[in-house]
């Protein structure tokens, strides 16, 4: 497997899970998933949701369950696909991308994949669940 097919099926994955997610929500313009995971303990992996023009995160989303038990099960199976997409760069010999940012419009099917294999997170008093959403959308991300 090449280092784009690895990306592809990773990135197909998480637009596959955010649209789910979304499922009949009204409005919804665009995804915006963000990942990080420069070293063990700092991973991290969401999705924003753009509904009629307000960035929100999943438990805030209207029209559909937003529960935060469906919230947490959408995360936690994001990052059992980026461990396996990891594992998999390992095997081929290619450092896994410490930064993924995923931007989607489901009603045109744009995708925009940005990603970084710089540290970010490990030296400074930032984290990904905190800082990595605000640090790719400014002032348009959601607070915590």
């Known amino acids: 497997m090449s280092e784009q ?3 592809r099926d990773l ?7 955010s ?22 303990g700092v991973t991290y992996v969401n999705v924003l949701f753009d509904q009629a ?7 805030d989303l209207v029209g559909t369950d937003s529960s935060t038990d469906r919230a947490g099960q959408i995360q936690s199976l994001f990052r059992s696909d980026l461990y396996d ?10 450092p896994p991308p ?17 990603l970084s294999r710089e540290v970010i997170y490990g030296d400074s ?7 990595g959403f605000t640090m790719w959308l400014g002032d348009r991300a959601p607070k915590l």
Not at 20 to 38: F, K, N, Q, T
Not at 125 to 131: A, E, L
Request: no cysteine; charged share 25%; net charge negative.
């Open 5 to 7: 097919e690895i990306l």
């Open 11 to 17: 990135i197909s994955k998480w637009v596959s899970l």
């Open 19 to 40: 649209v789910e997610y979304a499922g009949d929500a009204p409005d919804v313009r665009a995804l915006y998933i963000y990942g990080a995971s420069e070293v063990p």
């Open 53 to 59: 023009g307000q960035i929100v995160y999943p438990t």
């Open 85 to 94: 997409a990891a594992d998999k760069f390992t095997s081929i010999g290619v």
């Open 98 to 114: 410490t930064e993924y940012r995923v931007y989607y419009e489901p009603s045109s099917r744009k995708l925009d994949v940005q």
């Open 125 to 131: 008093d930032k984290t990904p669940s905190v800082d």
